[in-house]
């Protein structure tokens, strides 16, 4: 079995660093007054320091469009869409996308930009911060190969931020079963929120479990 990992980001363990965008169109948060041109001068300044801190790829979220979606809104979603098409002339490494929480959005996204890769809540049910999540990921992943994006690698995050799975299972049964049932190319754990320290002990237990080529980490930093 091909190393995906090592053939897209040239590393065996990457270091894939989050160019967050500040809030956008539609969101409650967005600064009107200093509109795109102010999101698109944070995210290019961070972008440059990302990369010339030698970073091995990027994943460029809206973690800013706070509450968030289940669902993608189209406004929010056309900003981020203009805010990494933007950028991408100036990225030098590896990149993937992340429209929270909406797993059918970030890969239309992902197919849009020529993204390689996304992050999101792909499967199973959560009781959250912003209310129930459920998520579909038989529809997600069929959506996938309808729009043409075989090669896109999909990140599984199965202790995503701010929620709880809502069945009494362990964190070792939900590794083994979403690796059995989906083939995730990969698993993520998260801390609390953007920027928490992500718990080590539960990580260290994905990990052995885990069969997939690379149980990893992508840790928000704000």
């Given at each position: 079995m091909s190393n995906w990992m090592q053939d897209l980001f040239h590393v065996e363990k990457p270091i894939i660093a989050m160019c967050h965008l500040q809030?956008?169109?539609g969101d409650p948060y967005y600064d009107a007054d200093g509109g795109m041109e102010k999101v698109m001068a944070a995210a290019k300044a961070d972008l440059l320091a990302l990369q010339e801190g030698g970073v091995d790829a990027l994943c460029s979220p809206n973690e800013f469009s706070l509450p968030y979606l289940t669902k993608g809104g189209a406004c929010h979603d056309c900003g981020h869409g203009k805010g990494v098409g933007e950028l991408k002339p100036l990225i030098t490494v590896p990149y993937g996308v992340n429209c929270l929480w909406d797993p059918i959005?970030?890969?239309?996204?992902?197919?849009?930009?020529?993204g390689k890769f996304i992050r999101e809540i792909i499967s199973g049910v959560y009781a959250s911060d912003f209310g129930l999540w459920n998520t579909?990921?038989?529809?997600t992943v069929r959506h996938k190969m309808a729009v043409g994006a075989k090669d896109l690698k999909l990140l599984f995050?199965?202790?995503p931020e701010a929620a709880r799975y809502l069945a009494d299972r362990d964190i070792k049964d939900i590794a083994r079963s979403t690796e059995f049932?989906?083939?995730?190319?990969?698993?993520?754990?998260?801390?609390?929120?953007?920027?928490?320290e992500t718990d080590t002990q539960i990580l260290g237990q994905v990990?052995?479990?885990s069969n997939v080529l690379l149980s990893f980490v992508i840790p928000d930093v704000m």
């Open positions: 809030p956008l169109p959005a970030s890969i239309d996204l992902a197919v849009a930009v020529d579909n990921v038989g529809k995050n199965i202790v049932n989906n083939r995730p190319d990969a698993l993520c754990v998260s801390g609390l929120t953007a920027g928490s990990k052995l479990l």
